[in-house]
């Protein structure tokens, strides 16, 4: 299961690298780094300031975080819907995902608040149920998005069902996928450190922002890569019965 998710996750971004990365930079990327610029010459605090920045400066900061959510799901829609084709190798309508990726948006952040919720439970309780419960929960969202009329709660009880015998395999992925994360993202945000106090805080500001949201769109080809391999562990279906949904 390991190495079948690596192989499909890398397999995809070969054959697709500029359809997914170039959605998102136009969905999240470049909004986001607007949006970021925007607030930073209101408020004159960055991004990573933004929980101190609702008592100063409220609306604006609170519009700008629920744009940034909306642009998160919208961007999880649409890559996903890219990546499970893609893998299926059938045809992908920009229009259509669009349109599928608005109607979404409300039941993915119900979903993501729930899990959210169940997973804080289990790290409450001694840490371990906690990462059980962040495995067993790891594509609920995917499933969602990708099984069509699939609800909120049986995408939960689908995650579960997918994930079971294999999670110790889905840890060790979001744990080499962690780590190559954290190793691109040194490497892209060295120049930054180097020259940093050289350059204007908003330049700063907007390549951290697109860094972020091109290293979310690299992890959202793994997640839709892992759903793939398990269904087809569990079900033993041929990839592309996994794209009919939006056919």
């Not at 969905?27 to 949006?35: A, C, D, K, T, Y």
């Not at 990726?101 to 409300?106: E, P, Y």
């Amino acid at each position: 299961m390991f190495s079948a998710i690596f192989n499909r996750s890398f397999e995809l971004l070969g054959r697709h690298f500029v359809l997914v990365f170039g959605t998102a930079f136009f969905i999240m990327g470049l909004p986001s780094v607007l949006g970021a610029l925007y607030l930073y010459n209101l408020t004159g605090q960055t991004t990573d300031s933004l929980f101190e920045s609702l008592f100063t400066q409220g609306w604006p900061t609170a519009l700008y975080a629920v744009l940034s959510v909306a642009l998160y799901l919208i961007n999880y829609s649409v890559i996903t819907e890219i990546a499970v084709t893609g893998i299926a190798r059938t045809q992908w309508r920009l229009g259509e995902a669009l349109r599928r990726s608005l109607v979404n948006i409300v039941p993915l952040m119900i979903l993501f608040v729930l899990c959210g919720l169940m997973i804080g439970l289990g790290f409450l309780l001694l840490i371990v149920p906690g990462i059980i419960l962040m495995l067993a929960l790891s594509v609920a969202c995917t499933a969602y998005i990708a099984e069509g009329k699939t609800g909120i709660f049986e995408a939960i009880q689908r995650s579960f069902d997918l994930t079971r015998g294999h999670r110790w395999s889905l840890l060790g992925v979001y744990l080499c996928l962690g780590l190559l994360q954290w190793v691109v993202g040194a490497i892209a945000e060295a120049p930054l450190i180097f020259v940093g106090e050289g350059l204007p805080q908003p330049l700063l500001i907007g390549a951290s922002t697109l860094i972020s949201t091109m290293s979310d769109a690299f992890s959202l080809v793994f997640s839709v890569a892992a759903y793939v391999c398990l269904r087809q562990a569990r079900e033993g279906q041929p990839a592309d019965s996994a794209a009919d949904v939006f056919n």
